[in-house]
């Protein structure tokens, strides 16, 4: 596949300089760039290297100011959102493979399915009894799908997947390999010291255009839903509790860990390896640093670290007094020493 | 499906307060009920709400004084034990869909099978050579059983998850989607740099009323057995390693992480995402707090806390001490100060 | 099976001391060994006990100076790394079940398949398109290979294992069960407070060699790849991101979290729970302890500790030092009022 110039700053309404009949062959990040590649600079560590680049394009920001002299650089693309454009281009120059819009031989359906147009239901899949599939839905092989669980349109589902029965999954929806939705919540009642069972009665919702990272496990609410709502982000190995709700375009980040009934606001984001306690909750815009784990409510726009959570400021200034702990301890202990020196006088 | 107050109070062995021909006929949480809605309050903290609550009737401890005057009260039905009972007759509303109690036609199933009665092993199951299940076992879609496996009777096993060669799992037990019994132990021999791979040769063994969140991983012992006792209980996403012994009606909480031949007592308690390292033990009844990292071995009757773990009391000092660290460290500069000065009189 | 302590010895180039016609039919750990058991026995703790063991026989290292009377010992075999020899006669008494070698019927095979000599695939496999297999690959059942994937020789692929399109994985791999390689790394760029998908163009590449444990999820990279070179080890649960490199030999204790595009030395250790933030490099031989977050830059050959990581032997002072903060406190106070005491005078 190749585009030249002119052809890519028509997709992403960019202004040329420099040769608008260059084409590029590939897309590749600054570094690996070479003279057949477009590339972008979205900030100055980056444009301060340009002529430097051995890019044959560089996609730059709108508010780059062309020097006099273009012989140095690489052709430049000027645009609004660099890095989005950018990302629209590799798009095209990696289109993925259309599925197959057919239903292998060997699936196994339930009775009163209800699939919409052009469903890919590949080998082994299995599907449970009364299941809706939205248009378009792609269920790659060895997918489960249990009893009474929809699927909106144009959602995708990698192999090797678990959706147990009940659950709502929304439209343009991806969720990758591994992953279990609605495996039961760990709840038992006490009997002497024996763990009953508790039934898991309700289920997992999940919202339009929301990405499920590989081997997550979000258990169904004990009854009502564990709910994660339009366009959350989830990376790999996320455990997400029973009824627990997400709100909208939250971000968990790869190992997080939220327990029980806990509340996430809009736009919040978990960090790598960061927790939560269960019934707590924590309000919109927030952000929950690496490894912190968060054990009270926190309130919106805080940006809180550490185990047990603090804001995050403090927390910079704590992780810089700590490793000065045996040098502060031996002057408490010399201070000690003075005093009593002075108090024998 | 409904049952009223009357039916309800026998099942349930309950004294009514109320109009026994009342029926109900869902199972709600106390916020969530409504006047078709039967719930239950424990502890004060919802019992002080009864009058609040739209819900049809309410479980309420055995101990709970009837007030003189009922109109303003939903139902009420007092029992031993609200919560058990209400958790018992939630399963009643939710009885679950019966196994099939069938084989499909394209499960693979290997040499010398030993089934019990009224097995069900659904579509895509792989079971090996000289493997035994008991009365009633269920493998769903997709389970992988290896070589000279054993499952007692009623143990159910959901999709999607791999039981490899040589398992002994006991009876009634529950395991969750994407788990992964008797991997090979994380153990090698150093041959100068290279890291030269160790046979596995043990196995892994599960006893009775065991259940295992989803995407467990349990390794199989170097020689001899990783053990779960019977009514052990992990939640989702829990790390096992080789040779570990983790004795009866143990608590695994989600993320948690025990290293090789580590002991676990009875009853003890690991808080999400703790963790222990190999070769320690930790005796009955102790519990480790969240995050906690166990590096020594803990007596019985513990609750231990932090990274290193000390006792909990200790822990939660501490953590309220660090966020003090700054303003410590200042008065500790400032006592400097003031003794500078005093030596100088 | 049987082995004579002679034909024993053979195998490892041992010297004898004892009864060479002496026959043992299993291996056992130290403590389990009986009177048919062969155990090893390589540093002091243990060697101290030999006249305790109940053992058939024990190797012990090549220095090991025979005492004057044998009958108080069990036999002995005496060579160089006694525990390497050991877990070679280990896997003779437990050489496994052979693969297969032959294509099951229900395996789903895509076009242009090119497969060596000899591999073994199992029920329910599914490989897609311009797939390349080496000489004796093993995929178990319900394993899934997407397109354009090679495997190397004598690679085994364990069941119920994930592996996506245009995966480079190398020869004598072992990929335990529940994996996922190749799976979309993390990454969008945000138009408003709407997270938008990146194409992620990348793949994984995995060196000879490497063995990976279960329900590991190693993400494809942006463009280029993840990168695991020969001889890296990771032990189960570990997230590895897109773009991370990690160099030959390296180790991965359990529920080790990697971030986007770090990079990680030869034969770096990172024990268990531990993980790195993105874009940063950990040097050759270096170790990260149990639970620690590398925040920044390791140079090679350190030992690191805690969240945010510091030199391990700083961390341990400071581990002890921690225990005592509120006793520390009480003092800084008793200083403070001494002062004033002092002052007021």
Chains 1, 2, 3 share one sequence.
Not at 144 to 166: A, L, S
Not at 198 to 213: K, W
Not at 254 to 281: C, D, E, R, T
Request: glycine share 8%; net charge positive; aromatic share 6%.
């Amino acid at each position: 596949m190749q585009l030249s110039i002119k052809e890519i700053a028509k997709i992403i309404n960019a202004q040329v300089f420099g040769d608008e009949t260059f084409t590029i062959n590939k897309v590749s990040s600054f570094e690996d760039a070479d003279e057949l590649s477009l590339t972008f600079a979205s900030d100055l560590k980056f444009l301060k290297k340009l002529d430097k680049s051995r890019a044959g394009a560089v996609i730059v920001p709108i508010n780059y100011e062309f020097p006099a002299n273009k012989t140095i650089l690489p052709n430049i693309l000027r645009t609004e959102n660099p890095k989005n454009n950018f990302f629209k281009i590799l798009a095209i120059f990696n289109p993925g493979k259309n599925p197959n819009k057919s239903i292998a031989k060997n699936a196994c359906i339930g009775a009163n399915a209800e699939f919409g147009q052009d469903v890919s239901i590949y080998s082994n899949v299995y599907i449970g009894d009364n299941v809706k599939l939205g248009h378009r839905v792609v269920l790659m092989p060895n997918v489960f799908v249990g009893d009474d669980v929809t699927v909106g349109n144009d959602t995708v589902i990698k192999p090797n997947t678990t959706i147990m029965e009940k659950s709502e999954i929304g439209c343009s929806v991806l969720i990758h390999s591994g992953t279990v939705i609605g495996s039961d919540g760990f709840g038992f009642t006490q009997n002497s010291q024996v763990h009953e069972k508790i039934i898991h009665a309700g289920f997992v919702c999940i919202g339009d255009n929301v990405e499920i990272g590989a081997c997550n496990t979000i258990d169904r609410g004990t009854f009502g839903k564990t709910w994660l709502k339009n366009g959350v982000k989830t990376d790999n190995l996320v455990h997400i509790a029973h009824n627990v709700i997400i709100d909208e375009n939250a971000l968990l980040t790869a190992q997080v860990g939220i327990a029980g009934s806990a509340k996430i606001g809009k736009n919040v984001i978990f960090a790598g390896k960061s927790g939560m306690s269960g019934h707590l909750s924590i309000g919109d815009n927030s952000i929950v640093g690496p490894c912190a784990g968060v054990l009270a409510d926190v309130p919106p726009n805080e940006i809180v670290s550490g185990m047990p959570h603090m804001p995050h400021k403090l927390w910079l200034k704590i992780s810089r007094i700590i490793p000065r702990l045996p040098e502060l301890r031996k002057i408490l202990f010399s201070l000690e020493r003075r005093i009593e020196k002075i108090e024998k006088k």
